[in-house]
C-alpha cells in the first residue's frame, strides 16, 4: 500500500519560514516528487517538483524564496519555505509518481497558514 505522510504545516507570521517534508512508503522506484498547494477557492497549483536525478522547477510566485530537494535513500522530499506571505496560505500536498508506471500519489495535506 502506498503511504505518503506529510508534515511540517502550522501557523507562522509573515516572513517567518517552514519546512515541510513528506516520507513516501510501498513506491518501489519513485520518480518526480512535487509539492502543491490549494488555497480556499482556487485550484490545487504546482509550488515545485524535483526529479529523481535532482532537477527543479519552480512555481513563479515561489521563486527565490522555497527550496525543494529530495533524499532518496529516505525517500523524502522536503520544502524550505521563507520569506513566507499571507498569500502562501494554502493545504500543501505532497505529490509522487511511480518511476515505471508514472501512476500519481497524494499526501492527506498540511496546512500552511501565514498571519500578516
Known amino acids: 500500500q502506498v503511504q505518503l505522510v506529510e508534515s511540517g504545516g502550522g501557523l507562522v507570521q509573515a516572513g517567518g519560514s517552514l519546512r515541510l517534508s513528506c516520507v513516501v512508503s510501498g513506491i518501489f522506484r519513485i520518480g518526480t516528487m512535487a509539492w502543491y498547494r490549494q488555497a480556499p477557492e482556487k485550484e490545487r497549483e504546482l509550488v515545485a517538483d524535483?526529479?529523481?536525478?535532482?532537477?527543479?522547477n519552480y512555481a513563479e510566485s515561489v521563486k527565490g524564496r522555497f527550496s525543494i530537494s529530495r533524499d532518496n535513500a529516505r525517500n523524502t522530499v522536503y520544502l524550505q519555505m521563507n520569506s513566507l506571505k499571507p498569500e502562501d496560505t494554502a493545504v500543501y500536498y505532497c505529490n509522487a509518481k511511480n518511476g515505471i508506471t508514472q501512476r500519481d500519489y497524494w499526501g492527506q495535506g498540511t496546512q500552511v497558514t501565514v498571519s500578516s
Open positions: 524535483i526529479s529523481r536525478s535532482g532537477g527543479t
